[in-house]
């Protein structure tokens, strides 16, 4: 009997667990991998939806005159107006696949999106060469781009999002 | 964002052309013309009957149809500095506008007034029938809602305030707008993240969400999951309207507490990640530099700035005035507003005004008596969780810099700043930025 009951609670409990992940509204529609995949352009840092495609930074230095990157960030990367692309932020980074997936979205600034892999790939190739960061001979695609080490990456520090929940003090309260 | 002059010359225009179109509202037009208009009424009104009470300018059928404030009231958001800074990575885009927050005189920043930092990026102008949100990633569904859909589901309303991470009151500035302005509370209304999040089936192994924007260069931002089933809201309204295009329309992401940069503009996609996307604005921006390490800001700290008497005021007599200010946390509500009239050596307690809302502006007031003594006001918060606000000399110490090299610009890789404003009061009444 006892048993009995405890099987109910398990099954109403079960029950209430589906209702939280399951659909109840039956609003929205389910998309498809393909939907997916078109919709979907961003890039993490395990590189696991970077496009084919490769790059060398000898390749990308000429795309980085013909693509105007040089009318904002200068003939070299390095003289601005726009911030300097060489001895600058990007070097400081933690992923490579962080700079490839800027570039693909948001460069050439009001020209978004128009870049093809390839070219992503070597103006990435080109900048971390310029960076010291990677071999001028280094080809770089869906495979190489990702192991790329980034100097900085040990300094960042992994958040605490398990230990996180609503009502935890801050990691930078300051004691007066 | 606009000037006056550009404002009012659009104002104009559009009162014009909904002059043509006002036959397309017969029944207001209709009641309109049964209404005895100021200025050109032979009633009694008082209104109508005191002196240079000449009908505003504009169609009356427009002014009625979406509202008009009265064309005496001129508060408008001023342009940030970095916006017209030929120095600055965004000089000659999208302006960045901020909050007047000496002339709001409530606890809400109305809707035209709320600052905007848009990064450069223009306003997508996007179509509300053809917008569509994604929920992807580490879900057992992906889905793709319509905002209709979005609509119908479960909705919520919290008043939240959103402040940008570059509101510091070391950029030294002269006025309370430019050293405070990127702060806005709002009610804003839609349908809880989770709501969503729980449709589409979260995996167990997930642990972020990255949201994206719409605009030309997609913002991305990565916030944990924690908070993302706790209390993010995909809102569709700001202040019982729909939200404005500068501050996201249709959809925007509302992360109460954290940096406004987690409150993604022009949603398009949720994707659930195990893992932060480090993308542009959290590893080459918004990563601030700890003693540690690198490391990511969750929620804002207690902090609170007197919004009367403030930079650039003029206190024009002796005698009684009441200091009004607004306190504010990421961490929760405000539990206390304490105002100093010696700069910092003494502390009184300040009225709370109305309910301290959770994550939202608080308005605090304190009754003064000014006698032309040259004197420095300053105020602090403490929050629910019991933090309190510190001063900038404690603040520069805990990122490992002084105030001096705060002020100076030369510290840099701090986290949002909630340091003590003082506002300085000389003998003749001006009022003075006061902070060191």
Not at chain 1, 25 to 47: F, H, I, M, Q, R
Not at chain 1, 96 to 118: C, F, K, Q, V
Request: charged share 20%; with cysteine.
């Amino acid at each position: 009997m006892q048993y009995l009951k405890l099987l109910v609670v398990v099954i109403a409990l079960s029950a209430v667990t589906a209702w939280a992940q399951g659909p109840s509204y039956k609003l929205g529609k389910t998309a498809t991998a393909e939907e997916v995949k078109t919709w979907d352009t961003s890039v993490g840092p395990e590189g696991k939806e970077l496009p084919a495609g490769k790059g060398t930074a000898a390749e990308g230095e000429k795309v980085f005159t013909a693509r105007g990157c040089t009318w904002c960030h200068g003939p070299t990367g390095e003289e601005g107006p726009a911030p300097h692309l060489v001895g600058g932020g990007i070097a400081g980074w933690a992923f490579a696949t962080s700079i490839w997936d800027y570039i693909n979205r948001a460069m050439p600034l009001n020209h978004e999106g128009s870049l093809t892999p390839n070219e992503v790939y070597s103006l990435t190739a080109y900048l971390l060469n310029r960076n010291k960061i990677i071999q001028p001979g280094d080809v770089l695609d869906q495979t190489t781009l990702p192991k790329v080490q980034m100097p900085n990456r040990g300094r960042y520090i992994a958040p605490p999002v398990d230990k996180w929940k609503p009502g935890t003090p801050r990691p930078f309260k300051i004691e007066p | 964002m606009e000037t006056k002059k550009a404002s009012r010359r659009r104002f104009l225009r559009q009162a014009a052309l909904v002059g043509i179109a006002a036959g397309a509202a017969p029944a207001l037009k209709a009641q309109m013309e049964m209404m005895p208009m100021s200025g050109s009424s032979t009633g009694g009104s008082a209104a109508a009957s005191s002196p240079g009470a000449a009908a505003p300018p504009g169609n009356p059928t427009d002014r009625l149809a979406y509202g008009v404030r009265s064309r005496h009231e001129k508060t408008i958001r001023a342009i940030a500095g970095d916006s017209v800074n030929p120095e600055h990575m965004h000089f000659g885009r999208m302006l960045n506008v901020l909050t007047p927050l000496q002339d709001i005189v409530g606890s809400i920043t109305p809707t035209p007034l709320h600052f905007v930092s848009a990064h450069g990026y223009t306003p997508p102008d996007i179509d509300p029938k053809a917008h569509r949100l994604m929920v992807q990633g580490m879900v057992d569904r992906p889905l793709v809602f319509t905002l209709d859909e979005l609509k119908q589901l479960p909705s919520t309303s919290r008043i939240i305030y959103l402040e940008c991470q570059a509101n510091r009151p070391e950029y030294k500035q002269e006025t309370l707008e430019l050293t405070f302005g990127k702060t806005g509370c709002s009610q804003w209304t839609g349908v809880l993240l989770s709501v969503l999040l729980k449709e589409a089936g979260v995996r167990a192994d997930a642990k972020w969400i990255v949201g994206e924007g719409s605009e030309n260069g997609r913002m991305t931002k990565s916030t944990p999951l924690s908070k993302a089933m706790d209390d993010v809201l995909v809102a569709y309204g700001m202040n019982g309207e729909a939200v404005r295009p500068e501050n996201g329309y249709p959809l925007r992401l509302v992360v109460p507490g954290f940096e406004a940069i987690h409150s993604v503009k022009w949603l398009r996609q949720i994707k659930v990640t195990d893992r932060p996307y480090m993308g542009f604005q959290e590893t080459g921006r918004y990563s601030p530099r700890t003693p540690k390490g690198i490391e990511f800001t969750f929620a804002q700290g207690p902090k609170s700035v007197i919004t009367y008497p403030s930079g650039g005021q003029k206190l024009m007599r002796h005698g009684f005035h009441e200091i009004r200010g607004l306190a504010w946390s990421g961490g929760g509500r405000v539990s206390k507003a304490e105002v100093s009239l010696d700069g910092g050596k003494t502390w009184k307690e300040a009225q709370l005004q109305g309910p301290a809302l959770p994550v939202a502006h608080t308005r605090f007031t304190l009754p003064w008596q000014w006698n032309g003594e040259d004197v420095v006001l300053m105020s602090r918060c403490t929050d629910e969780l019991g933090e309190v606000q510190p001063t900038l000399a404690q603040f520069a110490k805990f990122w490992g810099a002084t105030s001096a090299e705060f002020l100076a610009g030369t510290a840099s890789g701090a986290g949002h700043s909630n340091a003590i404003q003082p506002w300085g009061v000389r003998k003749d009444g001006t009022v003075f930025n006061a902070i060191t």
